[in-house]
Structures are given as structure tokens and as C-alpha cells.
T-cell receptor, first 114, second 112 residues
Framework: ETGVTQTPRHLVMGMTNKKSLKCEQH?????MYWYKQSAKKPLELMFV???????ENNSVPSRFSPECPNSSHLFLHLHTLQPEDSALYLC?????????????FGPGTRLTVL | DAKTTQPPSMDCAEGRAANLPCNHS???????VYWYRQIHSQGPQYIIH???NNETNEMASLIITEDRKSSTLILPHATLRDTAVYYC?????????????FGQGTILTVHP
């Protein structure tokens, strides 16, 4: 238990559906991250929120829409996804510091797009 | 951030020490060495990190060479539950937020 929770843990959706992934951290951190891990590929950073502002968007298609309403919650809104978007979606959080910060990951949401 | 090189796989007998090497020959002075592991289909788990000095915590020890071009993660008494993919990551310090670049890692298999 890392103090970062994600819901749902598993999600199956059709290409025309709209769904949201939720992440919550109970660590008092002030930065949150979304990563994607496709089969047989390394984790890829998607979005970074620092102090509730999006500071990084790594060329992610617009069908993925992040939202960070406060420092404890992070959402990933999904719409009109493609089968190749099936992957493990991971949330992480960290406490920004003067030298370095350590990211703690949630358990992930396994997404399958039919 | 500096790139890292790790062996694709390693084996270790249960109860023995597991020594996982990592090469980061282009590391800069302000870059930290981080280790994470990922057990199948779970989120990565933070293990340990260091800048120059050797570090130890309840999970592992991190040995960084004097020139900082390589490091070794040591699991002192490996158990079957330590079977996982281990990632060595170098990331810059002093930035406004963490940026971890994951490679392929080392698949560690602990056998009875």
C-alpha cells in the first residue's frame, strides 16, 4: 500500500464510450502524474501536474483529457478510444523538494478497449 | 537525463543476495540514481535512491562507484516475492518535478 489509490482497477469499454479513471493520493504530495504502459513496452509519461497546474503533456492524443481539481485528486477522462489504447494506466505522486522528489505509484487501471 | 544499461535478466537462489548492476556512464553531477521494481501487472514500487554515497534502507542497499558511472542494487536475502522487473533510472535533481524515464529493466527471477 503506497498511499496512492486508483479506481477502477479494471475497465472494459467500447470505442464510443466515455469513461474516467480516478487517482487519489493520501501522502500530502503536490505533484501528480499519469503514465501509460502498453504490453511489452516501457512506461511512458503522459501528463504531469505540479501544484495543480499541468506542466507537461507528452504529445498525448486529445481523446485523453486529464483533470486535477486539487492536489489530492487526478482524473483521466477517456472518449472515443482506439483498441491500441488498451494498456495499464498508472498514476503517481510526489512531494516537490529543493533537490529531488520520489514518485510513488498506484496499482494501476487495466484498460481494455473493444 | 542520462541513459542507463541493465542486463535483461538475472537469476538468484532464494536466501542469497541478489546483486543487480546498472551502468550510467554519462551521468551528470546533479543526477540521482533511482531504483524501482514492478511485479507483474502492478504499479512500480520505489526501492531506493542515491546521489554519491552508498545508501541502505529496509528493502535494499545501493552501492554507487566513486566515479558514479555505475551502481549496484543489493537485495541481501532474496525471496520468491522479489521476483520482478527492476528499473535503474537516472534523473536530474533540482528540477521542479520528477521526470522518470523507464527503460526495459532487469527481470530478476528468484528460484527455490
Amino acid at each position: 500500500e503506497t498511499g496512492v489509490t486508483q479506481t477502477p482497477r479494471h475497465l472494459v469499454m467500447g470505442m464510443t464510450n466515455k469513461k474516467s479513471l480516478k487517482c487519489e493520493q493520501h501522502l500530502g504530495h503536490n505533484a501528480m502524474y499519469w503514465y501509460k504502459q502498453s504490453a511489452k513496452k516501457p512506461l511512458e509519461l503522459m501528463f504531469v501536474y505540479s501544484l495543480e497546474e499541468r506542466v507537461e503533456n507528452n504529445s498525448v492524443p486529445s481523446r485523453f483529457s486529464p483533470e486535477c481539481p486539487n492536489s489530492s485528486h487526478l482524473f483521466l477522462h477517456l472518449h472515443t478510444l482506439q483498441p491500441e489504447d488498451s494498456a495499464l494506466y498508472l498514476c503517481a505522486s510526489s512531494l516537490l523538494g529543493p533537490s529531488t522528489d520520489t514518485q510513488y505509484f498506484g496499482p494501476g487501471t487495466r484498460l481494455t478497449v473493444l | 537525463d542520462a541513459k542507463t544499461t541493465q542486463p535483461p535478466s538475472m537469476d538468484c537462489a532464494e536466501g542469497r543476495a541478489a546483486n543487480l548492476p546498472c551502468n550510467h556512464s554519462t551521468i551528470s553531477g546533479n543526477e540521482y540514481v533511482y531504483w524501482y521494481r514492478q511485479i507483474h501487472s502492478q504499479g512500480p514500487q520505489y526501492i531506493i535512491h542515491g546521489l554519491k554515497n552508498n545508501e541502505t534502507n529496509e528493502m535494499a542497499s545501493l552501492i554507487i562507484t566513486e566515479d558514479r558511472k555505475s551502481s549496484t542494487l543489493i537485495l541481501p536475502h532474496a525471496t520468491l516475492r522479489d521476483t520482478a522487473v527492476y528499473y535503474c533510472i537516472v534523473r536530474a535533481g533540482g528540477t521542479s518535478y520528477g521526470k522518470l524515464t523507464f527503460g526495459q529493466g532487469t527481470i530478476l527471477t528468484v528460484h527455490p
